[in-house]
């Protein structure tokens, strides 16, 4: 019996409540997530600190809360019960948008020659550099709340669009001050190497980062000023090359950070086969991994971050979900939100890794969900419906929670509450009519 206990929120009834996972696991391999634990007519109550406290057939969980009170209870009939989407990859802070490049892409342009002609992320550094770190705050919190409304709870926020120290460390102010003061849950990455900044080379480029960038961030970490939590690098042919790739995530690994990086997009690059040498948490993209590269990953549980929205926006090669998955990589997605691939939505972004990818549907929520939070060093706090975790979750407005990937672009009406902590942080009030149509 829980007492008298008051509470911060009882969920009650949910047609079906999707623990992802129940036994602690810190991630899910092709197997694990063949089989999602689901519950049915169930229930799940959320504690004043903010976590699971129990989770159960409903009827057991009104036996055992009936003196309790609670803050808030919701009626959860005919509805599901998620775990809040956590997204692992996204370039979420910058000014000036790039519209008129999605013209010349669908003209015909590639990625790098846009990038090599001056625009790209060369485009972003002029603006956001431009930027006064007010704009760039008021920007990056609609771009969060959007993110939250369709349903991330948990995200991964890269700098990046800086490459000189000023700018870099504007942008990762602007994410510390979100971290504080908004609901959804951030993960900062320090992307200092996201481009080779114009009037230096990548050997000067990467000196002036490792003598100059990490050491400040180091002395702003030991300050309280601002905790970073990962180190990215773009390590793409015409960017950062291998070598200069390793030394700035070793250098990034010696003040403390994650690594999680940017690797064998667009060309073969060993950045998989690296990134495992070197105990990487993480590699997002992957488009052009070799096999080796992918056991390498696999045996180092090294999680890859896969980007469906950038083979689609590109027209990539799609990365070879189904291989890794077979060989024991533990795959995550993100949405990889940027000026590039603008999209804030981790629903859709499951859509296409299940359309693109072939992934399953459960395969798709595992790595959305568990498998993102570990790419992210989280998974013993966020990812499942577990007792002790963060009460981060999500009601749908459907009986069945598979219609958050199967109606594509379509989680404005579905979505109806998104809770962090246990607090409601969006209600869709239209979601009760639009979405049984
Ligand atoms: N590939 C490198 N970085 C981003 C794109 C950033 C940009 O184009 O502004 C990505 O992950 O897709
Ligand atoms: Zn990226």
């Known amino acids: 019996m829980a007492g008298r206990q008051r509470h911060r929120l009882l969920l009650e009834n949910a047609e079906q409540l999707v623990l992802v996972c129940g036994r602690r696991e810190p991630y899910l391999r092709r197997d694990g997530a063949a089989s999602l634990g689901v519950l049915r007519a169930a229930s799940l109550v959320v504690g ?20 309790a009170t609670f803050e808030r209870i919701i009626d959860c009939s005919g509805k599901c019960v998620l775990p809040g989407l956590v997204d692992a990859h996204t370039h979420p802070v910058w000014a000036g948008d790039r519209v008129h490049e999605f013209a ?7 990625y790098m020659e846009i990038h090599q002609a001056g625009g790209g992320i060369h485009f972003t550094v002029e603006h956001t550099r431009k930027a006064t770190e007010e704009e760039l705050f008021t920007s990056f919190q609609h771009r ?19 490459l000189n120290l000023e700018t870099e460390l504007k942008m990762l102010r602007v994410i510390e001050r979100a971290k504080k003061s908004m ?60 070598e200069s790739t390793r030394r700035i995530l070793q250098a990034g690994k010696d003040i403390g950070l994650q690594i999680n990086f940017h690797g064998d997009e667009l060309h073969p690059m060993k950045s998989a086969e ?31 971050v896969l980007l469906p929205t950038t083979a689609y926006m590109l027209r990539l090669k799609q990365p070879q979900a189904r291989k890794m998955l077979e060989e024991g990589v533990i795959v995550a997605l993100g949405s990889d939100f940027n000026p590039n691939a603008y999209c804030f939505s981790m629903p859709m972004v499951m859509h296409l890794a299940c359309v693109n990818m072939k992934m399953s549907m459960n395969e798709a929520l595992a790595a959305a969900t568990i ?58 009030e239209r979601c009760e009519t639009m979405s049984s149509y």
Request: net charge negative; aromatic share 6%.
């Open 144 to 162: 969060l709340e959007r993110m939250l409304r369709a349903g991330s709870t948990l995200v991964e926020c890269k700098s990046g669009y800086g």
């Open 274 to 304: 690296l990134g495992a040498e070197l105990g990487a948490r993480a590699i997002s993209h992957l488009e052009e991994v070799t096999d080796e590269g992918i056991v390498a990953m696999a045996r180092a549980k090294c999680a890859a």
């Open 48 to 67: 004043l600190d903010g976590c699971i406290k129990a989770v159960g057939r409903a009827d057991v969980i009104r036996n055992q809360f009936s003196e």
């Open 104 to 110: 010349m892409k669908l003209a015909g342009a590639s």
């Open 371 to 428: 498998n993102a939070a570990y790419a992210l060093g989280k998974s013993d706090t966020h990812g499942s419906l577990e007792v002790g975790k963060q009460g981060d979750l999500l009601i749908i407005n459907s009986s069945r929670w598979e219609h958050l990937i199967y109606q594509f672009g379509g989680h404005e009406a579905l979505i109806n509450y998104v809770i962090v902590k246990g607090k409601v942080v969006y209600e869709n």
């Open 183 to 242: 609901d959804i849950g951030i993960s900062s990455t320090y992307c200092g190497a996201h481009a080779v900044p114009k009037g230096k080379t990548a050997a000067e480029a990467t000196d002036d980062i490792i003598n100059n960038h990490l050491p400040k961030l180091k002395e702003l970490k030991l300050s309280g000023e601002i905790h970073v939590n990962n180190i990215d690098v773009f390590c793409e042919k015409g960017v950062f090359d291998l």
